[in-house]
């Protein structure tokens, strides 16, 4: 659960600005403040059915935009791709630096 919570916040800080205000409200309590669907039903007025089927829509809408967009993979392979080059800048190995530069360019 730990795993999808860190999923679904990652995809919600990229993409949030392509939801609705209901969608953001709920999401940001749901995944961020830790809130449980009956907190958030009673915190907006809704029945507890109604905010866990706008969650679980939302979800699969930012899995639909990463799907499309791939904003988080590009930011996760280019992150993983400079730890990489600093490494090697420090171990002084230009070979391998010069392949992660070139990867880099690649994700362009």
Same mark, same amino acid.
């Given at each position: 659960? /730990?795993?999808?919570?860190?999923?679904?916040?990652? /995809?919600?800080?990229?993409?949030?600005? =392509?939801?609705? *205000? +209901? &969608?953001?409200?709920?999401?940001?309590?749901?995944?961020?403040?830790?809130?449980?669907?009956?907190?958030?039903?009673? *915190?907006?007025?809704?029945?507890?059915? *109604?905010?866990?089927?706008?969650? +679980?829509?939302?979800?699969?809408?930012?899995?639909?935009?990463?799907?499309? =967009?791939?904003?988080?993979?590009?930011?996760?392979?280019?992150?993983? =791709?400079?730890?990489?080059?600093?490494? *090697?800048?420090?171990?002084?190995?230009?070979?391998?630096? =010069?392949?992660?530069? +070139? &990867?880099?360019?690649? /994700?362009?």
């Amino acid at each position: 659960m /730990l795993e999808k919570t860190t999923h679904m916040n990652s /995809l919600f800080d990229f993409y949030q600005s =392509l939801l609705t *205000a +209901k &969608q953001k409200e709920y999401m940001e309590m749901y995944y961020r403040e830790d809130y449980s669907l009956g907190e958030i039903s009673e *915190a907006v007025n809704v029945s507890r059915q *109604a905010v866990y089927d706008n969650i +679980k829509r939302t979800e699969k809408v930012l899995i639909s935009y990463e799907r499309r =967009l791939q904003l988080y993979s590009m930011f996760t392979k280019r992150k993983q =791709l400079i730890t990489g080059l600093e490494e *090697a800048i420090s171990k002084d190995d230009t070979s391998t630096s =010069l392949e992660l530069i +070139k &990867q880099l360019k690649e /994700l362009d």
